[in-house]
């Protein structure tokens, strides 16, 4: 067959073109607000009902599902074709160097994963754990920064240790006072997804500091951190971060980022490995790692998905990440003030800089999180999810959410709940 027959009808980019974005959404600056919302939401299928759920699973425009439907069409007229192979090849490495680009990193401290989790899991197997060391995570944690360290308290006798992340507390301190000479990690989130609060910038930094100075590792679990709120690896400070690509970023299931510091690459050890982590080796036990994060990547994966998550990357810079950071923030300061007008209370901080997308409400007394998130979702088509606290119910905020849609369903809840 010839290659302009076998190719004919195929496409010939691995990924859509920013300045392409522009025929799914115009980002004028005459646009007013509501306008470029508008035209965001027709964008997004999932937004034809009042979803609240995207610290969940965030809801993909469709240039996004194009992107992966094309990516796996045009990979699978040949997965080793030389016309095609070579531009499937440059899909991982162009994901690299966005998002360092864009997150405050170098590209050769950036990972790519498949969820938070295995992020996780790659820093919390980096230190060769012995029985009495301790790690110290939070009291509103996700299951997937909490099981992990199950996991090796029962493997190694690793002592697990909460902190106070409730609103209001200091974590700075509880950290300096918590800390002991067999304490070798510390993995918190960077908002958590329980009460969402925001760990501060300065906050970091002085963490940061402090741990750096007694050689304890810094993880952040960063799930509802990126375009959920300002996120710089670097200013940051900590030692890991782990985040995904199919929340806040609106990206596909299935794709994750990893960021390891450079500085401190060799001293992480690597658990899980197989080809693609490797340099060079021989068939005498000789091998040295790949000199960046890259080293923990192995294996076949699907550049479809990561192509998709590169597409959701360049939509939200196409949208501006600043105008959506504030947009967000501009809807959770409504949302707090609608609700304690009404006389109840926030579960999530009220203050700019630790509050968060992640919005947690008290519902009114008498009122459970898991009953009215399957009334909203089965009669109310809005979607929210319930967390720990059984009289609390989170409303994920993203920028295509509105004023009306947070008003009708707090004037349903005040309503249900009366």
Known sequence: MKRRDF????????????????????????????????????????????????????????????????????????????????????????????????????ENEVALTHSTSEGINIASWSINWKKGDQVLITNQEHPANTIPWYSLATRYGVKVVRLNFDSGSDIVK???????????????????????????????????????????????????????????FHKLGCDYYSSCGHKWVLGPKGTGMFFCRKEILDKTRLTWTGSHSHESMDQKGGYTLLPAARRFEFGTRALATFAGFDTALHWCEQLNIDRILNRIDALVNYAIKDWERRGYQVSSPTNKSQRSGVFVLELPQGCNGW????????????????????????????????????????????????
């Open 7 to 106: 190719l004919k009808g195929s496409i010939s980019l691995p990924l859509i073109s920013p300045f392409a974005l522009s025929s799914h959404l115009t980002n004028s600056t005459h646009e007013s607000e509501e306008a470029w919302v508008r035209k965001a939401r027709r964008s997004i299928p999932a937004t034809k009902d009042s979803f609240f759920q995207t610290a969940g699973i965030g809801p993909s425009p469709k240039i996004v599902m194009e992107s992966v439907s094309r990516k796996l069409v045009f990979q699978n007229k040949g997965p080793v074709h030389p016309d095609i192979s070579p531009q499937m090849s440059k899909v991982e490495p162009d994901l690299r160097a966005h998002l360092a680009s864009v997150f405050g990193a170098d």
């Open 174 to 232: 509880e950290i300096k006072k918590r800390t002991t000479s067999r304490t070798r990690m510390v993995s918190i989130p960077h908002v958590s997804r329980n009460n969402g609060r925001a760990l501060t910038v300065d906050e970091s930094q002085q963490i940061s500091r402090y741990l750096r100075s007694n050689n304890i590792r810094y993880h952040l679990d960063g799930a509802q951190g990126p375009l959920c709120v300002p996120f710089n």
């Open 371 to 418: 009953k009215v998130y399957d009334e909203l979702r089965l009669k109310q088509k809005t979607f929210t999810s319930p967390v720990d606290a059984p009289n609390d119910l989170r409303v994920a905020i993203h920028f295509f959410n509105t004023k009306t849609e947070i008003k009708q369903m707090f004037d349903w809840l005040a309503s249900h709940c009366s």
